[in-house]
């Protein structure tokens, strides 16, 4: 099997892990940990295959080491901070919650800024110094490096490998420092009564949300499949302020409609997709 066929299933396989560990887990701190752990595995697993085969030319290293393998890494590094992070999380006031977050950003701010040149290099997908950072090299190469910034496998790592996957993963904790910090903000004018109450008001069609209300109820998402049809129905119409009139008429003529049944769900469903897309071509614009 090929490195790029080998590396593609196992990465994949690693994303279905987990999703079902984000799925089944309720408690963060354990779902933090047992993703770290296996995505641990599956380093282990790549690990392996590294040192049972060789690559072909110059070019398969390089793309291992700066495409590939930080995909994995970066993961873990990602998972682990997190842990770290939220594991000290200080039981306190709003206030000291979001200084706890602020001086976390500090910290990724500062090490972003003391690899300024790299993270440019990374940032503009240069490959002029490729050879340099991601082909594997001999000690002595070594001796300037910050020896937390690589690991002692010299079959496994080269000099920025580990450098690369570190600044991915601080890009994804930063986001995930800026919703939490917002979430918090945004919890203390709640309660604090200084925040704006904004009026939630359903624009879309009537029917629109009867087909969500019925998914809803059908699905069981909702106090564990126990809420009946009426009662979900006076709440969405409470939170969307809206009133849906003989529900149950409505459905009865979505039930028989001669093309698709469910239209919003459907279309729900691509508008969800295509930010997805978007998102993956433009990170930081749905953030």
Known sequence: ?????????LYEEMEKKLEEISLHEINDLQCLKNASYTILQTISVLKDYISNNTFINKDEEINFFKNIKPKFLSKLIYYHKAFEI???????????????YLKEQEKISEYL????????????KSTLFDEVYFLRKEPESWLLLNFDDYETDL??????DYKLSKIIAFE???????????KVDLKQ??????????KITWTASKVSLIELLYALQSSGACNNGTIDIKNLAIYLEHIFNIDLGNYYRVFQEIRIRKASRTNFLD?????????????????????
């Open 155 to 160: 079959n496994f790592t080269t000099i920025y």
């Open 86 to 100: 939220l594991s000290h999380l200080p039981f306190s006031s709003s206030n000291e919650i979001k200084n706890y």
């Open 267 to 287: 279309q729900l469903k691509d508008r969800l997709i295509k930010r997805m897309d978007e998102s993956d071509e433009n990170p930081k614009r749905y953030f």
């Open 1 to 9: 099997m090929c490195l790029d066929e080998f590396t593609i299933g």
């Open 172 to 182: 994804s904790l930063s986001e995930l420092i800026k919703e939490s910090f917002n």
């Open 189 to 198: 004018h709640i309660i604090s009564g200084t925040g704006k109450k904004q």
């Open 113 to 124: 800024n003391e690899n300024k040149e790299f993270y440019s290099y990374y940032r503009s």
